[in-house]
């Protein structure tokens, strides 16, 4: 069984670019969360993909977007990048049907600096 | 509101005791999941233990257990003989059934002292 995995490890931007984050999910799973961790805090929901769809959102600007393929694997984009989006981009995968969700398994993360 | 808090910024135990990490959380909803999840420097966030509102019987999981509280909303983690490896960020975090996102709290250090 393959776990949770994302590429790049680390990522370096500068402020008003843009950068796309990628994660492939757990095998036997059709849902992928997003998550925002900023340095000293816990992560904070940014949306979820279930079945190619967007299936809720968090507390984001629209500049905050993704996509999930017919593998179940997701993108992270962001766009216009701020200095405020340096952070650890967790990605969890789950097996979901509509109304129920199981438990989530991360990911190692993304480290992204926005300078 | 859904909120998580986690009262206990840092903890520290000697090696082969016992610590008790302390997590409450809020939430109108009466089915939920609560989770406690382990980050290390390594940064994946890796699932401890589960425990579903629903059941009344703690869950435990080898050295790890909860103290599951539902009328006063608290969820602590017991771990029994920590070990060095046990050094970790723990995060407390639940979810409502059928609900998209996880609710975590802001963490609670533990250092595994030889």
């Known amino acids: 069984e393959t776990g949770v995995t994302q590429s790049p490890t680390h990522l370096i931007k500068t402020r008003g670019q843009q950068v796309t984050l990628r994660c492939s999910s757990q095998?036997?799973?059709?849902?992928v969360s997003w998550y925002q961790q900023a340095l000293g805090q816990g992560p904070q929901f940014i949306f979820q993909y279930y079945r190619e769809e967007e299936n809720g959102r968090g507390n984001f600007p629209p500049r905050f977007s993704g996509l999930q393929f017919p593998n179940y694997s997701s993108e992270l984009n962001v766009n216009a990048l701020e200095l405020d989006d340096s952070a650890l981009y967790l990605c969890?995968?789950?097996?979901?049907?509509?109304?129920?969700?199981?438990?989530?398994?991360f990911g190692p993360g993304t480290r992204l600096l926005v300078l | 509101a859904q909120t998580v808090t986690q009262s206990q910024p840092e903890m520290s135990v000697q090696e082969a005791e016992t610590v008790t990490l302390s997590c409450t959380y809020d939430?109108?909803?009466?089915?939920?999941?609560l989770f406690w999840y382990k980050q290390p420097p390594s940064r994946q966030m890796i699932l401890v233990i589960r425990?579903?509102?629903?059941?009344?019987q703690n869950a435990t999981e080898n050295r790890f257990s909860v103290n599951f509280q539902k009328a006063a909303k608290s969820f602590s983690l017991k771990i029994s003989d920590s070990q060095l490896g046990d050094a970790a960020m723990y995060f407390c975090?639940?979810?409502?059934?059928?609900?998209?996102?996880?609710?975590f709290g802001t963490g609670t250090r533990l250092t595994v002292i030889p």
């Open positions: 095998s036997g799973h059709n849902t």
């Open positions: 969890a995968s789950s097996w979901g049907g509509v109304g129920k969700q199981e438990t989530q398994y």
């Open positions: 425990q579903e509102a629903y059941k009344q």
């Open positions: 975090a639940f979810h409502t059934t059928g609900a998209n996102n996880l609710f």
């Open positions: 939430t109108s909803e009466s089915d939920y999941y």
